[in-house]
């Protein structure tokens, strides 16, 4: 299977918010970042992706399956990590996993404890105490222990210090070492999808601005900072948004090897993820 | 199923604890020291209608029904495990007045009569009518809502005799209702089949409305 996820022309009308036409493919063995400010569609897309809302139109096909049909084995290869964790206060990941343990076929409850122990997770401490970032790992260690094949992560790193992203983070990356598993991971914190994405979807009003490979935009995009006059020089095919003062102008282009060449005298810096998600939500032009 | 019963009853196992330990002193007081099992009857079997409520409310607070979702179980499935552990708790309830209604006849030399069983019955029906009510509403509007709902339509019944009363109508009940005492067993059995009835179109009604659910 080339693709683990495809999500083609997905349409989801709400007020004041449109889901416009969305289309992506997650290969299979990849990490898929997907990025957008607040408000973008990210988590709507995500929903639409999990079954929770039923989009106006488009096909979404998971791991071989048209999502709407999702059968029992299938969701079994599926782990989910949400921003908040949904386990009842009240319990301890000793019973979480108990009952998980009944829902999942394949749960492994000797990775699930093994989790427990490096995410330093007391089993039978309530939920209910456990700070953001331990509810979090609890939330990786339930969706990581049923041996899933795809991780749909949506924010499951924000409201997180750097430590315990960055230790979540390379669980993720341990994770996709096996060549059959892929992740889609939305996010707003760009370093982390820097970090560990293979390819990156920009989602901007709800409609997709980019889905490429994350070193061809880090290669392809670049910043040019310029004078006013200069501006006008800038091929306005290449811009893709700019931010002016008094008396410069920081450009964002799509096209660097060409700035590099036409451009020679004007300062040119790569752009990073967040530079391009600011450049097109600002819609400069 | 059993994996979102299980977790139904973890989550809410101080409930348990708690209606276990109020039963048992209802039990003994009302009931062994006073001879008044009519009264500990309804309150036994209220208790464990109450619970599925409480469990509604619990995944309310953790938003637990989004999560649920992407576990292997149809929607289909999370709202049938609701209704049978329902009717599991409503029966273990029913079971346990019965029982202990024969204890204590046992212990009183007491002659054991029809009575406790067929209120016994009455009440699991009644309570089985009113969770076919109160989860399809809490599916729809969610628990704090649906109580509001349940209150204004719970009057309905009572209404509806008074506006018999009014057309005249209610003498022929009176004398149907005299005529179905006469005939107890067959009236306990319809009263209980009408609770597993009306249990059956609830959860049909319940699995259609959270199909169409968005979160």
């Not at chain 2, 637990?64 to 495990?81: D, F, G, H, N, S």
Request: aromatic share 10%; hydrophobic share 45%; glycine share 6%.
């Amino acid at each position: 299977m080339e693709y683990c996820l495809q999500v083609s022309d997905l349409t989801k009308q709400y007020n004041g918010f449109c889901l416009d036409h969305v289309s992506f493919d997650v290969k299979q063995g990849s990490i898929m970042g997907f990025i957008g400010e607040n408000g973008a569609g990210k988590s709507t897309t995500i929903k639409a992706i999990l079954n929770l809302i039923h989009p106006d139109d488009g096909k979404i096909q998971i791991l071989g399956e048209d999502n709407t049909l999702q059968s029992r084995e299938c969701k079994e290869l599926i782990g989910v990590v949400f921003d908040e964790c949904h386990f009842h206060d009240n319990l301890n990941a000793e019973e979480t996993g108990l009952f998980l343990s009944k829902i999942y076929t394949n749960w492994d409850d000797i990775q699930y404890k093994n989790y427990l122990n490096k995410f330093n997770l007391p089993p039978k401490k309530r939920i209910k105490e456990y700070s953001r970032g331990m509810k979090m790992k609890l939330s990786i260690a339930a969706a990581l222990s049923h041996h899933p094949k795809l991780l749909l992560l949506d924010e499951a790193t924000s409201g997180l210090d750097p430590v315990i992203r960055n230790e979540i983070l390379d669980v993720f990356y341990d994770f996709i070492q096996d060549e059959e598993h892929s992740i889609l991971m939305s996010s707003h914190i760009t370093s982390d999808l820097e970090h560990i994405a293979d390819y990156v979807t920009f989602i901007h009003n709800g409609k997709i601005i980019l889905s490429d490979s994350k070193d061809n935009i880090l290669e392809n995009y670049a910043i040019v900072k310029c004078t006013k006059s200069e501006f006008s020089q800038i091929d306005s095919s290449h811009i893709v948004g700019f931010r002016s003062n008094a008396y410069s102008c920081e450009v964002l282009i799509n096209n660097r090897s060409t700035a590099l060449k036409n451009y020679s005298r004007m300062t040119i810096d790569r752009a990073t993820l967040e530079d391009i998600m600011l450049y097109y939500g600002k819609e400069g032009m | 199923m059993s994996g979102l019963m299980l977790k139904d009853i973890l989550v809410n196992k101080k409930y348990l604890y708690q209606a276990f330990g109020v039963i048992v002193l209802y039990i003994i007081i009302f009931g062994f020291m006073s001879n008044n099992f009519g009264f500990v009857i309804p309150f036994v079997i209220l208790f464990f209608t109450m619970f599925i409520l409480t469990t509604f409310q619990s995944d309310e607070a953790a938003d637990w029904e989004m999560y649920c979702i992407t576990l292997p179980t149809a929607r289909k499935e999370i709202v049938q495990a609701k209704y049978m552990l329902a009717l599991l708790l409503t029966l273990l309830g029913t079971f346990i007045t019965i029982l202990t209604s024969l204890l204590e006849a046992v212990m009183k030399k007491q002659n054991i009569t029809v009575d406790i069983l067929y209120l016994s019955i009455g009440f699991l029906s009644a309570s089985l009518i009113y969770n076919s009510i109160q989860i399809p509403f809490t599916i729809k509007l969610g628990a704090e809502k649906a109580r509001y709902a349940i209150f204004s339509i719970i009057f309905v019944p009572a209404l509806l005799v008074l506006g018999l009363y009014n057309m005249g109508l209610i003498n022929n009940l009176v004398e149907l209702l005299e005529t179905l005492e006469k005939n107890k067993n067959l009236l306990i059995l319809a009263v209980f089949i009408t609770g597993l009835l009306s249990l059956i179109a609830s959860m049909r009604i319940s699995i259609m409305l959270f199909q169409k659910k968005e979160f």
